[in-house]
């Protein structure tokens, strides 16, 4: 267990890459074009549902894309996702990176619905922002690529909506995905681990997916399979465009795989796209490379351009 969070630490290390740590950084050179708008409360149940806007050049309206960071669902902070903020933003795009409450404030779930009032919010507020509300998508890495898929697939699951949700006469449905190798079925991440030649312990009831669902997973299966994006597939779902690397040793590629070939036959080949990078890990610069986030950037085109 300890080299696995020593794996998650690096792993969150590189994905905040050259960014700084202080969320004042986050209006520096490192995102430049138009306007941008710093912590912004999103709904009011914690400190944490907090999001920063970047704008593009322009008038507008942008279509925007939902950045959700990763980091086991207890760790990490939205200022890491401000290089793919400045990515989005150099091609055009708005793009809002969001907190959310880690699994130490709140268990599941608590993030799905953060991210939901996130989107609501954007939506609701679309006006004063400059963005169109009809072309909002996301996209996440490690937990943040779990949440990026539930955004996509649970538009019409009223249980994650939240208790009190904030501008609940808007949708939080999205229309595209990208989600990069995150944790999708909790419950078979050990065996397919073991028959990648691996081991992993998320059944342990201090794995990080435990204690984001508050019990040890083998001891909720339902509520376990609430977490699971596939378990709501249906054919109004997000376009998705899903990225594991062969060589990641801290989530079985088969969980982005798996959840691909669920997609497949509900959405078509039209929608759903899936790739698997040869020699990647859990992250790392075959994801962040040019060619690459070309490819990001030509999905969204397709999907909200």
């Known amino acids: 267990m300890k080299i696995f969070y020593l794996q998650m630490l ?3 290390l590189f994905l905040a890459g050259s960014c700084e740590n202080d969320e004042s950084s986050a209006n520096d050179n490192t995102v430049a074009a138009g306007e941008s708008f710093l912590n912004v ?14 704008l593009p050049e322009g008038d507008g309206p942008f279509p925007v894309v939902v950045l959700i960071h990763g980091g086991a669902f207890k760790m990490g902070d939205k200022s890491m996702e401000t290089s793919n903020a400045a990515f989005l933003v150099s091609k055009g795009y708005a793009a809002a ?3 959310y409450r880690l699994s130490g404030e709140a268990i599941f779930p608590a993030q799905i619905q953060d991210c939901k009032a996130a989107v609501r919010f954007l939506k609701a507020n679309s006006s004063q922002y400059k963005l169109n509300p009809e072309k909002v998508a996301s996209w996440g890495s490690s937990a943040g690529g779990n949440l990026s898929a539930l955004l996509g697939t649970t538009a019409g699951a009223e249980e994650l909506e939240g208790a009190e949700p904030g501008n609940s006469s808007f949708s939080s ?9 995150g944790p999708m079925n909790f419950s078979t991440m050990d065996a397919e681990a073991a028959a990648l030649g691996f081991s992993l312990n998320t ?15 083998p001891t909720i299966p339902e509520q376990v399979q609430k977490a699971n994006p596939a378990s709501y597939i249906s054919a109004g779902d997000a376009a998705f465009f899903i990225q594991a690397g062969d060589a990641d040793r801290n989530i079985p590629y088969t969980q982005s795989s798996n959840f691909y070939q669920a997609l497949l036959p509900v959405l078509g080949e039209n929608a759903v796209s899936y790739e698997l990078l040869a020699g990647a890990g859990h992250g790392g610069s075959q994801f962040s490379s040019a060619s690459n986030l070309g490819k990001v950037i030509a999905f969204f085109d397709k999907h909200l351009k």
Do not use: H, R
């Open 203 to 217: 059944n342990a009831a201090s794995s990080p997916e435990s204690q984001l669902m508050g019990a040890a997973i």
């Open 10 to 12: 690096l792993c969150l």
């Open 41 to 54: 409360a999103y709904a009011s149940n914690s400190s944490a549902q907090k999001l920063d806007i970047y």
């Open 97 to 99: 990176c969001i907190n």
């Open 173 to 181: 449905a999205v229309v595209a995905s990208v989600a990069w190798f």
